[in-house]
Nanobody, 131 residues
Framework: EVGLVESGGGSVQTGGSLRLSCAAS????????VGWFRQAPGKEREGVAG????????YYADSVKDRFTISQDNAKDTVYLQMNSLKPEDTGMYYC????????????????????????WGKGTLVTISS
C-alpha cells in the first residue's frame, strides 16, 4: 500500500498559478503510474494529467494542455503539477492517484484518460479560481 498526500491547493484569481505536490510513502517502488484527477462541484471526476514514471510518458486532458505541466522528483518520491493561466473552470478538488506495476506507458495513460484502475488515492487538495 502507498500513502499519497497532496498539498499546494489554494485560492487564486483567473490567470494565476499554483503548484500541487503529491508526496508518496510506503511501497512506492511498485507504483509507476501517477496521475492528477479533479472533481468540480456537481461534475464527475476526470483525469487531468499523469505520468508513467518508468519511462516519462505524460498525459494531459485537452482542457489543460499547454497550461499544466506534470513532473517528478524520484529522490523525493514526489510528483508535481504546475498549473498556469488558471481559469474558473479549473476549480475543484484535486486528487493524486497511483497505480502499478504497469507494463507500459500506454496502459498508464489509458487508465488516466479513462479514469479507472488506480490503486491508491490521496485525500485531495482544494483549488479555487475566482474570476
Amino acid at each position: 500500500e502507498v500513502g499519497l498526500v497532496e498539498s499546494g491547493g489554494g485560492s487564486v484569481q483567473t490567470g494565476g498559478s499554483l503548484r500541487l505536490s503529491c508526496a508518496a510513502s510506503g511501497y512506492t517502488y511498485n507504483r509507476n503510474c501517477v496521475g492528477w484527477f479533479r472533481q468540480a462541484p456537481g461534475k464527475e471526476r476526470e483525469g487531468v494529467a499523469g505520468i508513467y514514471t518508468h519511462g516519462g510518458s505524460t498525459y494531459y486532458a485537452d482542457s489543460v494542455k499547454d497550461r499544466f505541466t506534470i513532473s517528478q522528483d524520484n529522490a523525493k518520491d514526489t510528483v508535481y503539477l504546475q498549473m498556469n493561466s488558471l481559469k474558473p473552470e479549473d476549480t475543484g478538488m484535486y486528487y493524486c492517484a497511483a497505480a502499478g506495476w504497469l507494463a507500459g506507458g500506454e496502459v498508464c495513460l489509458a487508465r488516466l484518460q479513462g479514469n479507472y484502475g488506480m490503486d491508491d488515492w490521496g485525500k485531495g487538495t482544494l483549488v479555487t479560481i475566482s474570476s
